[in-house]
């Protein structure tokens, strides 16, 4: 397979897990309530994010570094309200 085709495949991949945080990201932000929201699911997948970045910097994996730097984001912001809305 072409390997720009390839590359092609991983940034819609990337799109796709990196938007399915942004609906949930915005319902905590809007409603400050995040009691629903598993704390321990959000730190290891914070942690998971954070190594599959750092992995995707050290392979040189540019699909993968954009996906989990956002996504990281998102998650990561989500955690920080769940810490601070409970």
Known sequence: MDPFAIKLIGFAAATCTTVAYA?????VWK???ARDISLG??????????????????????PLVAANAITMVLAGGILFMKLKYG
Do not use: E, N
């Open 23 to 27: 609906p949930q990201f915005i319902k």
């Open 31 to 33: 409603t400050r309530s």
């Open 41 to 62: 699911m959000f730190l290891v997948m914070v942690l998971g994010l954070a190594l599959w970045l750092i992995y995707g910097l050290l392979s040189g994996d540019a």
